[in-house]
């Protein structure tokens, strides 16, 4: 809608390598494909952020930036798009599978299954140059030194609620 506003702040090769490095984080905040991104990630940041941050606390935003900071950079040096904040959320997709397997033996076998699926693709992805598998490995990276805070979840064990505290099962 706002080309101007897309030009500023997209990350722009040439203007990156005249030394406008902010153009990294700003990158984060346009969405150069159009609508159908904003709608994507739209969805995307609603279905993941409010569950990363209920695990993760403020933590939310180091793995949110520092998964986006990354991506952004080494989708720069790979030469791919001009921006987006899908490797930013793919960070937070990537804290709630480390999330899963952390607490691996209180939640339900397909659970951990796809945990265990989404961190392989992240292989895939990086092997076909795809920034969304940086965002994903920066995230979960993240998320591993991150303390976590106390949920409510259902124990298998029991079949009723239990909260655990981190790094304790219940």
């Known amino acids: 809608m706002y080309p101007e506003i897309l030009t500023a702040l997209q990350r722009d090769p040439d203007a990156l390598r005249a030394g406008e490095l902010w153009r990294l984080v700003t ?71 480390v999330y899963i397997l952390r607490n691996r033996k209180e939640l339900l076998l397909p659970f951990v299954a796809i945990a265990c699926a989404g961190l392989l ?7 076909s140059r795809d920034g969304h598998g940086v965002g994903l490995v920066v995230g979960a990276t993240v998320a591993l030194l991150l303390p976590l805070t106390p949920v409510a979840f259902r124990s298998r064990q029991t079949d009723t609620f239990a909260t655990a505290e981190p790094g304790r099962a219940t």
């Open 121 to 127: 693709s992240s292989v895939v992805m990086l092997l």
């Open 27 to 97: 990158a984060l905040l346009v969405q150069p494909n159009g609508v159908s991104q904003c709608i994507a990630n739209g969805f995307l940041i609603l279905a993941f952020m409010p569950a990363s941050e209920r695990l993760y606390g403020r933590g939310v935003l180091v793995i949110y930036f520092a998964a986006g900071l990354v991506g952004q950079t080494v989708n720069h040096f790979w030469g791919s798009g001009l921006g987006g904040s899908s490797t930013a959320i793919f960070g937070l997709m990537g804290s709630l599978l």
